[in-house]
C-alpha cells in the first residue's frame, strides 16, 4: 500500500499549490490513499465545506484537522456529514465530528486518526491514552492506521512515536508548519517524522504575512496575522507499507517549490 500525506494547507497559496502540485505528485507516487492537512485552508485557520470539496475534487481521500478545527463556524455541521474529513479524537466528549475513520479504495482500507498534543496547546483529554482505546477499537481486519499527530512539542511528537511503535503503520507530526529531516522507522515497524511540512507561502513566517508577524515579536502589541501570498512551497511524506502486517517498509519526505523544474 502506498500512502501520500500533505502536510498543513495554508490559505489560498497553499490551495494554489495543491492544484499545481498534486497531479504530479499522484502521476509520479501512484498513491492508493492521498491524505490532507487541511485545519488552516481557510485564511490560515480553520476550514469550510467549500474548500473541503475543493481538495476532494483534487483527488485526496481524507482530510485532518487540528487546534483550528473550529475556526470557521460552517464546519461544525458539516463534519458530521463527511465521513472523510476527522478532528483531533481527544477534543471533548459531545464536540462535532470524530477522531479517527476508515477509508476504502477498492479491497484496501487505511484507518486514519487525528491526535492533539498537551504540551503549549489547550488542554484536552491525553492523546496517549485515546490512542490506546482507538487501536483497542479498530476492527482486526484493519492493519494499516495512519496517525497525523498535531502538537507543538517535538518532545511530546517522539515520545508518541515510541508509545505507538509496532501498534500503528505510521505517526506524523504536525502544526509547526517545519519539515523535521528525522523521518525514520522505527524498531518495530512504525513510519515516523516529527513534522511534515507546510504547504502555502515560503516568502511568510509559517505561512502568513511576515510583516505582522515581525511587527508582534517586535512590539508585542495585538496583531492580526493574515495568510501570505507569495510564492508556494509543498511538503509531504510518502509511505510504502506492507500489505499483509501494516509495518511501514519506506519512509519518503516529499519537497517542492513554485517555479521549480520537475522532471517526471
Excluded at 515560503?202 to 508585542?220: I, N, P, S
Amino acid at each position: 500500500m502506498k500512502v501520500v500525506f500533505v502536510g498543513d494547507v495554508v490559505g489560498s497559496v497553499g490551495r494554489k499549490a495543491l492544484k499545481n502540485i498534486l497531479p504530479y505528485i499522484k502521476k509520479t507516487q501512484n498513491p492508493d490513499f492521498l491524505i490532507v492537512n487541511g485545519e488552516n485552508a481557510a485564511g490560515g485557520k480553520g476550514i469550510t465545506p467549500e474548500i473541503a470539496k475543493e481538495i476532494y475534487d483534487l483527488g485526496a481521500h481524507g482530510i485532518t484537522l487540528g487546534n483550528h478545527s473550529w475556526d470557521k463556524r460552517e464546519i461544525f455541521e458539516y463534519i458530521d456529514e463527511d465521513k472523510r474529513m476527522i478532528r483531533p479524537a481527544n477534543f471533548p466528549l459531545g464536540t462535532p465530528g470524530k477522531g479517527y475513520t476508515i477509508l476504502k479504495n477498492g479491497s484496501k482500507e487505511l484507518a486514519i486518526v487525528n491526535v492533539q498534543g498537551r504540551t503549549f496547546l489547550p488542554p484536552l483529554d491525553c492523546p496517549f491514552a485515546k490512542m490506546d482505546q482507538i487501536v483497542h477499537e479498530l476492527p482486526n481486519r484493519i492493519k494499516h492506521i495512519f496517525v497525523d499527530f498535531h502538537a507543538e512539542a517535538t518532545s511530546e511528537k517522539i515520545a508518541m512515536g515510541w508509545h505507538l511503535d509496532g501498534k500503528v503503520s505510521a505517526v506524523v507530526g504536525t502544526h509547526t508548519h517545519v519539515q523535521t529531516h528525522d523521518e525514520q522507522i522505527l524498531p518495530q515497524g512504525t513510519a515516523y517524522v516529527t513534522d511534515v511540512g507546510m504547504v502555502g507561502s515560503r516568502e511568510g513566517v509559517l505561512g502568513m504575512e511576515r510583516e505582522a508577524v515581525l511587527r508582534k515579536f517586535m512590539t508585542q502589541l495585538p496583531v492580526r496575522f493574515v495568510s501570505d501570498s507569495g510564492k508556494w512551497q509543498f511538503h509531504g511524506i510518502s509511505l510504502e507499507l506492507d500489505d499483509a502486517t501494516g509495518k511501514a517498509k519506506k519512509i519518503k519526505l516529499l519537497r517542492h517549490f513554485e517555479d521549480e523544474v520537475r522532471f517526471e
